[in-house]
Structures are given as C-alpha cells and as structure tokens.
C-alpha cells in the first residue's frame, strides 16, 4: 500500500525567486533559487537595481565635489566611507591631516561602526525570528545619530570628514555626551548577549550553517568580519594603519569555525572594541588645528570664504577647476563596518579623477553568496545573507 | 618588504611580460602583455615568498587616445601572509579585445571580471558564467567608456519604456466599474 502512494508522488526541482522585494535581503537583491525539496541545488543573485553610475560621476568631478556620492556607497554607515574617500584622496596627493583631525576621524568612523554593527545585529537576529534586540538595536543606533548630528547637522549623508582634516572641530558638550555613550556602551551590549548569544534557538540556526574555510575564504576575497569569522586576523586597521589607529590599543576579534555563529561572535567583540577605541581617543584627543596646511590642497574655512575674497577665489577655483594633482594611481584600502573598502585612483595631472574605482566589500560578498548557500536548506538562505552583512547601495554602486 | 622586490622578482621570470615597472606612493605596478596574464597570477599566488592570495580588485581602464593600446585590466594584489602588495596592469588592445580570466586562480574574481565586462566590454575568455552584472542584460554600450555619454544614451532603455507604457495603461483603468 505504502509503495503505491510512494510511485504516485512526482518529484521536480522548483525555481523560486527570493526578492527584490523581501525584507530579508536588506535591499533590492534577488536571489533565484533552485531547491529540491528544501535543499538549495542552485543560487544566482542578481545585483544592480541601486546602480546609479558612482564611478561615472565620480570621474567628471573634482576631488572635492565627489565626496558626498561616496556617503551614498554605504548608507548606513556612510561616515567610514567618507573616512575612506578622504584618506584615499590625501594620499593621492601626498598630504597628511594634522593629529587631531585624525583623531576625531578615528571616533567618528568607530561610532559609524557601532551605528553599522548594531542595525546588522537588530536586522540578523529579526531575519531568524527574535524581535525584541531589533527594538533596543534602534535606539542604540539613535544616540549614535543623534551625536552625529550634533556634530555636523546630519545624521545619515553626513560628508563630515573633508580633504585634509575635518569639517570643523568638535566641542565639549560633544565629547561629553560621546563619553557618556561610552561609558554605558558595554553594559548594553551585555544586554543583547544576555538575549542572543547563548539563546538555544538562534545556535540551532546559526552553528555550522554557511561554513567556509580560511583559505576558502581569502580566495573568495571576503573581507571584514565575514572573514575573520573564519579565523583569519587580516585587518587593515592593523595591517595598513591609517588615521590614529597605531596610536590606540585594540584586539582583532577572530571566530574559529567560519559558521554564521562565529561570524556573530566576531561582530560583537568588534563593536565592543570600537567602543574601546573611542574611549582610548577621548582621553588622549590633541589639541590643535582640525585642518590641513597645505592651501593648494584642502578647501579654506567656509567662515572665511564668506568675508574674505582671496578665500573666496580659492575656493572657487578649487571647486570649479581643481587642484593640480601629480600623476600617478594609488590604491587605499580602510576597514569600513562591512570589510574592505579601497579607493583606486588614476590621476592624469587635472582636478579630476581619471579614473575611480570603488571596491566595495558588499559587492565581492554577494558574489559568495552561492558559495555559502548551495547545499544548505532554505531557510539558512536567510542566515547566509544576514550574516555576510551586504547593503545593496554599496554592492550596486 | 620593499614594494619593488615583488616586481623586479617577476621581472626576472617573466622578462619578455613584463613591460614597465613603477613606483608611486610607496606601491609598485607592473605593466604587462596580456598573453601569459593566467601563468603570471599562478605564479605570484604559489610561489612561496610571495604568496599574493588576495585578490583585492580588478577593474578596467580606458585610456581613448592617451596610449597605444586603449584598455587596461587592473589586478590589484595582496598577500595577507607576508603583507606586501603589488599592482598588475595588463595592456588589452581594442582590435582584441580580450584576457584569460584569472578565475581559477582566485574565486573572487568572478563578478569583479563580470563588472569589468559589464562596464568595459573587455572579454574574459574561459569565465564561467560571463554576464552584465549591475546592468540589464539588453543594455546597450559600456558605460565607464571614455566616449559613452555622461548623461546616458540618447535612446531609453527599452525595459524603462515598457514600465512607462505599462504605467499609462493601467492609469486608464476605472476602478469603480
């Protein structure tokens, strides 16, 4: 009896689209999959819904005028990518920001992070089903908007950090409320802990699901969290120090097996050196001026550029024209909240880019993401992509 | 590690490849033919002391009326054992307009060789799945081309036209009928 039904059932493998529009895709991507039963046989994404032409744009303007598309890379933390455009662009034309600016860059890239991690954790955990980190992530990200906006009136495309330093310096009351951040930081992060990380049924969807090796994961050019999960401690915090990173003690948290979970593990111990970072920059901040002194290089104060015309002229023939670049390309990696974010530039001598490449790590992550998908079940498709942390404005460019 | 050893190191085993060696800003980049690009990377990926098992970014370059062989392919290198870099530029003409795809070498190069082609039109011979990638596939033109149009081609894409036709239409629909 048992037999016969079993010859009547059909079996065929079901293509199903998963997204754009899906809420556990963080963005407009869409993955088409071929599953048998619930296992995934076949993954495809496709990116480019978000693609606006950044690299195009990017090389018919100046150096200077470029730097709010790059705030439109990673929305979420668009702070690092700014830190990233400028530092790419002071090395290119061989200036370097005065201590203090690089120290307020160090703070503020560290809060973006924080603001970046803290939405992957409130978004990853609501994908697999825990709703309440989600609420207490959004406040958390709050403050953080909050000071930034205190710091430059903007609280996501904030274009704070400039070519040769910082907008302008940062005050008191400032620094105040970050250090009262910091301080509470980590008693709240202990709060998310408390919720997820030994949480019985998050393990169950996260230990062992999306393993990828080391060496795997090098070749597949994972960067960031996603690649330390695996064991790796390549970070180009540490690797390539640029701003006051060599200046501040921190640890480079690793995972050991490369499954979702120690990719989790490694997210949270970053953000709680981040805080740590922060805290370090705080209490040895320098005093001094906030700006480069190199004239032909950096944008002149705009208080001064509103009553004074030789400023004025500067700025516009900086704006307009551009400054006078030597020729010659450079590559800059930083270690934006999603991994590798470099800069590669092609200078032909004028006040524009010739060529400019972004490497965007959500970009190199989304191509592994069949790597990671295919063989697991359908429902890990969902973990893949929380926990590989892509933002579709990056990865579409 | 000087950032010229790794360069002068492929310079001594593949002397007729490589054509132009430079320094700037501490990073080295090695120009060279296109022919033997696959054997190249091969190398610098096992030989021991060099290592470069990160392949950070590959991109193309247009250089329309500035240099004899119009295109470029960039392989931006990392080696995260030893922590050296190295840049490969490899020369593509227009008339041939294609590479072998280094692919075998570094998984990660797929969608960046896919963009390249998207962006560029530059072929990857022996891709495995060689498709546009952030554009439509019945996009006209190569878009970071020096002569494609900032503002975009002068005819819409036609997946955009049938969306707005589409809009017309159903704007003509009576709802309380």
């Keep these: 009896m048992i037999r016969n039904t079993e010859k009547t059932f059909e079996t065929k493998e079901l293509t199903i689209n998963l997204g754009p529009q899906h809420p556990s895709t963080h963005g407009v991507l869409r993955l088409s999959l071929d599953l048998d039963g619930e296992t995934v046989v076949k993954c495809t994404p496709y990116v480019g819904y978000l693609h606006r032409g950044v690299e195009k744009l990017g090389e018919n303007r100046t150096y200077f005028s470029a730097l709010p598309l790059s705030d439109r890379l990673d929305y979420i933390a668009s702070m690092n990518n700014n830190v990233g455009y400028v530092n790419a662009v002071e090395k290119l034309f061989g200036i370097q920001a005065p201590e203090r600016a690089k120290y307020i860059r160090t703070i503020v890239a560290e809060m973006g992070r924080i603001s970046s991690h803290i939405i992957w954790l409130g978004t990853h955990v609501l994908d697999i089903g825990a709703t309440t980190p989600f609420l207490h992530a959004m406040i958390a990200r709050e403050r953080i908007l909050d000071l930034f906006e205190m710091l430059c009136g903007a609280r996501l495309t904030v274009s704070y950090p400039r070519v040769g330093g910082v907008r302008n310096d940062i005050s008191q009351e400032f620094l105040n409320r970050l250090y009262e951040f910091v301080l509470n930081f980590p008693a709240e992060m202990d709060n998310y802990e408390t919720l997820v990380t030994e949480n019985r049924i998050w393990k169950d969807r996260t230990v062992g699901i999306g393993v990828i090796s080391a060496e795997e994961a090098i070749n597949w050019g994972l960067t960031g969290g996603t690649l330390r999960g695996s064991g790796v401690d390549y970070d180009v915090r540490k690797y390539r120090p640029y701003d006051a990173y060599d200046k501040v003690e921190f640890n480079v948290p690793v995972g050991k097996n490369g499954d979702c979970y120690d990719r989790y593990l490694v997210r949270i111990g970053e953000m709680r050196q981040a805080n740590r970072i922060i805290r370090q920059c705080i209490e040895n901040l320098p005093a001094g001026p906030v700006m480069a002194d190199a004239p032909k290089f950096t944008l002149p104060p705009k208080d001064m550029v509103l009553k004074d015309m030789e400023h004025l002229i500067h700025q516009f023939v900086l704006i307009t024209k551009g400054p006078t670049v030597p020729e010659g390309e450079i590559y800059m990696g930083t270690e934006a909240p999603k991994g590798e974010l470099g800069f590669y530039f092609v200078s032909d001598g004028t006040g524009k880019p010739y060529r400019m490449k972004i490497r965007a790590p959500s970009f190199v992550h989304a191509s592994a993401l069949p790597r990671l998908c295919e063989g697991g079940l359908i429902s890990d498709v969902i973990a893949n992509i929380g926990t590989i942390d892509i933002v579709l404005g990056e990865c579409d460019r | ?177």
Excluded at chain 2, 124 to 131: E, M, S, V, Y
């Design chain 2, 1 to 177: 590690m000087e950032p010229l050893h790794a360069a002068e190191k492929l310079k001594v085993s593949f002397p007729e490849e490589v054509l132009d060696i430079r320094e700037f800003r501490g990073e080295a980049s090695v120009t060279l033919r296109k022919d033997r690009i696959v054997e190249i990377c091969r190398f610098l990926h096992d030989e021991p002391d060099l290592f470069f098992d990160f392949l950070v970014d590959l991109c193309g370059t247009d250089y329309l009326g500035r240099k004899e062989n119009r295109f470029e392919v960039v392989y931006n290198l990392y080696s995260i054992r030893h922590r050296h870099a190295l840049r490969l530029k490899a020369e593509v003409p227009e008339k041939d307009i294609r590479i072998a795809s280094v692919v075998p070498v570094w998984a990660g190069a797929n969608w960046l060789e896919r963009e390249c082609f998207d962006m560029f039109g530059i072929i990857f011979a022996g891709h495995p799945d060689l498709r546009r990638v952030l554009l439509p596939e019945d996009w006209e033109g190569c878009p970071l081309r020096k002569d494609y149009p900032l503002k975009g081609p002068e005819k819409e894409w036609q997946g955009f036209v049938d969306v707005l036709e589409k809009a017309k239409r159903l704007k003509k629909f009576e709802w309380n009928k």
